[in-house]
C-alpha cells in the first residue's frame, strides 16, 4: 500500500493496423496503414437494403458518396478518402438487395396512439420481410441496412407521443385489459385479434432495441440508419462544421460497416496477451411482478478487440436496498464457464487473466461461483469502474488536465481521466471539467497501474464510430444498450453471437 497520492500520466495507448503499423489515432491509422484485418476483408461486397423506395434510393446514393473523399479543412484530422481507399472494400453495386417496406404502411402505423401497438407494428413489418427472406435465401447478403424515416425515429422511442389528431387511431388494450386473462378464448372469432394486441405488450417499446432483438433471432448482422443522416446537404456555401461533421459521418459509418462486414478495423497495439476482459450487464425486467427480477449476461472481449455476448439467467439479481446487482453462485459459475469455453474453442487455451468489470461490488457468493468456474485455468480479477463526478483536478492555461492522468491511491484504488486535453487533435473531449473513473481492485490481485493502463486501451475500441476515444471501457460503454436488447423481447435465447449483432 502506497501512503500518499500520487499522479501520473499514462501515454496514450497504440492501435495496430495494417502490416503491423501503429498509430494513436484510428483515422491517422486506417488513412496511412489501412485496416488491421485487410487481408482477411476486402474487396466487393454485397449489401441488403431495407425500407422505403424513396430512402432506398437515398441509401445507394449515399453509398456511392462514400466511395469518393469528404474533404475539410480542420488540419487536426485527416480528411476521408473514401471507403475502398480506407479499408479496402466496396459495395458491388450491380448486386444490391433490396425490400421494400411500403411508405404508406409505415404512415399508417404512425397514427397508432398507442405507443406498444405502433412501434410492434413498425419493427414487424422490417423484421418479416427479413425473415422470409432469410428462409429464402436467394443471394448471400454481407450486411443488412435498414432504412428508417425520420418519424420513425422520433415516434419510435420511449415516451414518445404523437400530435393529436382526430385520424389517430386507438387500437390496443388498456393497462388493466393486458393484466386479464383472455376471455376472448370464449369466442373464437375474437381470440385471434386480441391474441395479436396482446402480443405488443412483450417487447420493450423502444424501436431500435426491439428490432435488433426480433432479428438476433434469425442472426443476420443489420445497420439501422435513419433519414436524417443520408439526406444530401448541400456543398455549396457549407460551412466549415458542417465539412467536419459530413467527414467525421462517413468515417464513422463507413468504419461500423467494415465491422460488420467481418473484419477489425484496429486492434489494441500494446493489450498484454492471453487476456481476456468481461463486462457483466444487467437490466431490471418484470418490474410488475417482481421488483427484484434482472437479466446478466456477459460481454467478452478478447485481446484482439473482438468481442462476444453470452446471455445468463434471469432472476433475483437487483437488490432494492444496496441498489446493486448480485449473482447467485451457481449463476454466477455458468455465466463465466461459458465464457471460458468459447475463448477456449476458438483458441485451443484458455486466458491466462480475466478481468471482470462491473459498476458495483462483488458479493462473497457470486465471487466464489466466478472462482469456481476459473479454477485450474485463469487467475481471476474482479475491477469496480464508477465516475467520479465530485473529484475535478484543474491546471493553468485554455485546456483542462490530459486524458490519460492517473491519481493512483493504492496499489488497489485509483482515478484515471479517459477525457481531457488531446494533443494530437489540440482540443479536449467534451465542453465541460471532466471527471475521472474510479478504479477499484476488489478482488484478486494486480498493479492498478496495469488494471489502469489497460482500461484506457479498452477506451478506443468502439467500433461502432471512429473516434479518438471514449470515456469509458468498451466492456461498459455499450452494457446499457446490450442490456437493453436482451430484454426487449420476452423469452430471448439465441445462444452466444459475436457484438457486431447488438451495435
Request: a positive charge; one cysteine or more.
Amino acid at each position: 500500500m502506497t501512503n500518499s497520492a500520487n499522479l501520473k500520466y499514462l501515454a496514450e495507448p497504440n492501435l495496430t493496423f495494417g502490416f503491423g503499423q501503429k498509430s494513436i489515432d484510428p483515422r491517422d491509422g486506417l488513412m496511412l496503414y489501412g485496416p488491421f484485418d485487410q487481408k482477411k476483408v476486402n474487396g466487393p461486397k454485397t449489401i441488403g437494403i431495407v425500407g422505403p423506395l424513396d430512402l432506398r434510393n437515398k441509401m445507394i446514393s449515399y453509398l456511392h458518396r462514400l466511395h469518393a473523399p469528404f474533404l475539410n479543412d480542420n488540419s487536426s484530422r485527416p480528411s476521408f478518402p473514401g471507403l475502398q481507399a480506407a479499408f479496402g472494400v466496396s459495395i458491388n453495386f450491380e448486386n444490391i438487395v433490396e425490400i421494400d417496406i411500403p411508405q404508406s404502411e409505415l404512415e399508417r402505423y404512425k397514427k397508432y396512439s398507442d405507443n406498444h401497438q405502433r412501434i410492434f407494428n413498425w419493427t414487424s413489418l422490417y423484421f418479416n420481410a427479413l425473415q422470409t427472406y432469410t428462409d429464402e435465401e436467394e443471394i448471400s447478403v454481407d450486411v443488412w441496412i435498414i432504412v428508417i424515416p425520420e418519424f420513425v425515429y422520433l415516434y419510435g422511442r420511449p415516451q414518445s407521443k404523437i400530435p393529436a389528431s382526430s385520424d389517430n387511431i386507438k387500437e390496443g388494450l388498456s393497462a388493466k385489459k393486458r393484466k386479464e386473462p383472455n376471455y376472448a378464448s370464449l369466442f373464437p372469432e375474437l381470440q385471434e385479434e386480441e391474441d395479436r394486441l396482446r402480443e405488443a405488450y412483450k417487447y420493450e417499446v423502444n424501436f431500435h432495441n426491439q428490432l435488433k432483438a426480433k432479428l438476433l433471432s434469425i442472426k443476420i448482422v443489420s445497420q439501422i440508419i435513419r433519414q436524417s443522416k443520408i439526406d444530401p446537404i448541400l456543398t455549396q456555401n457549407c460551412s466549415l462544421q458542417e465539412q467536419y461533421l459530413e467527414t467525421a459521418k462517413a468515417w464513422n459509418i463507413s468504419t461500423t460497416l467494415y465491422y460488420k462486414l467481418g473484419g477489425l478495423p484496429w486492434k489494441l497495439g500494446s493489450v498484454r496477451p492471453q487476456v481476456c476482459y468481461l463486462g457483466l450487464v444487467y437490466k431490471k425486467v418484470d418490474e410488475s411482478k417482481n421488483a427484484n427480477n434482472a437479466c446478466c449476461a456477459a460481454q467478452m472481449f478478447l485481446d484482439s478487440g473482438d468481442g462476444m455476448v453470452f446471455r445468463g439467467n434471469v432472476g433475483p439479481w437487483w437488490n432494492p436496498e444496496t441498489k446493486q446487482f448480485h449473482l447467485k453462485k451457481a449463476d454466477a459459475k455458468a455465466l463465466i464457464s461459458r465464457s471460458l469455453d468459447a475463448f477456449y474453442k476458438r483458441f485451443n487455451r484458455y486466458p491466462e487473466q480475466i478481468f471482470i468489470h462491473s459498476r458495483t461490488y462483488f458479493d462473497d457468493d457470486e465471487w466464489a461461483g466466478f472462482e469456481e468456474a476459473t479454477i485450474g485455468k485463469s487467475k481471476i480479477i474482479g475491477v469496480r469502474i464508477t465516475e467520479k463526478t465530485s473529484l475535478k483536478l484543474y491546471r493553468n492555461g485554455n485546456y483542462c488536465i490530459p486524458r490519460g492522468m492517473m491519481l493512483s491511491l493504492s496499489s488497489s484504488k485509483a482515478y484515471l481521466w479517459t477525457k481531457g486535453f488531446i494533443p494530437r487533435i489540440k482540443t479536449q473531449m467534451g465542453l465541460e471539467v471532466p471527471s475521472p473513473l474510479e478504479i477499484i481492485i476488489t478482488r484478486g490481485v494486480e498493479d492498478v497501474e496495469v488494471v489502469c493502463r489497460d482500461i484506457l486501451s479498452l477506451t478506443k475500441l468502439n467500433y461502432n464510430a471512429c473516434i479518438y476515444g471514449d470515456g469509458v471501457p468498451v466492456t461498459l460503454k455499450f452494457a446499457d444498450s446490450i442490456g437493453e436488447i436482451l430484454t426487449a423481447g420476452k423469452e430471448l435465447n439465441v445462444g452466444i453471437l459475436t457484438f457486431k449483432h447488438y451495435i
